[in-house]
């Protein structure tokens, strides 16, 4: 399958074009290149702004609009019972790249028993996307510790991986009538 467009579409300053498996009027839909769990992609905006409240009405709107669409589809698909949607607006909140991005991260019963609970996931979304921020270190300090993400059993996938679940994805998107 081609890739849904011709025109290259960045994800901050990487082009992800062959990643793309939806596109809305203003958003576009991404397989991730490391998921914490099978499943996990991203929604962005197509203008690369870092922050939420750089975008505009149309933007937010058709943002969420897809992100419910996609979910949808993500949690059919990868046959969850809940999903995580999430959102770190701003390099001290833990965005890596500063381009607005929603991470879609499809749930199971159970899934995280064995890293401390279904909690465990935002401890996982801090080690994946990096710091963030002092005044959560602090809050850090007064709650429970759940373990870290064993980085060595995730590794990061190939092109022709990523390109074969974005077009399965792609396939799911223009079959469903959401």
């Known amino acids: 399958m081609p890739p849904l467009t011709s025109k290259p579409v960045y994800f901050g300053t990487y082009l992800v074009t062959s990643s793309v498996f939806h596109l809305s009027p203003l958003s576009f839909a991404i397989v991730n290149l ?9 929604v962005s905006p197509r203008r690369v702004v870092p922050r ?18 996609v979910g ?14 999430a959102m770190q607006d701003g ?3 833990g965005q890596s790249v500063p381009h607005v991005h929603t991470h ?10 064995n890293r401390g609970g279904s909690d465990a996931i935002y401890g996982m979304l801090e080690g994946e996307e990096g710091d963030v921020g002092e005044h959560f270190e602090e809050r850090k ?12 059993t995730r590794h990061s996938r190939s092109d022709e991986e990523m390109v074969e679940e974005a077009n399965m994805l792609a396939r799911e998107m223009d079959s469903s009538r959401l």
């Open 91 to 93: 390099a001290d909140a």
């Open 104 to 113: 879609i991260i499809p749930r199971k019963a159970a899934d995280l028993d």
């Open 141 to 152: 300090r007064r709650r429970p510790q759940f373990p870290k993400v064993d980085e060595s």
């Open 72 to 85: 949808r589809i993500i949690e059919r698909v990868y046959k969850a019972s809940s999903l995580n949607i």
């Open 34 to 42: 490391k998921p914490i769990l099978p499943g996990h992609v991203l």
């Open 52 to 69: 939420l409240s750089d975008l505009s009405h149309d933007e937010v709107v058709d943002l969420f609009l897809t992100v419910q669409k």
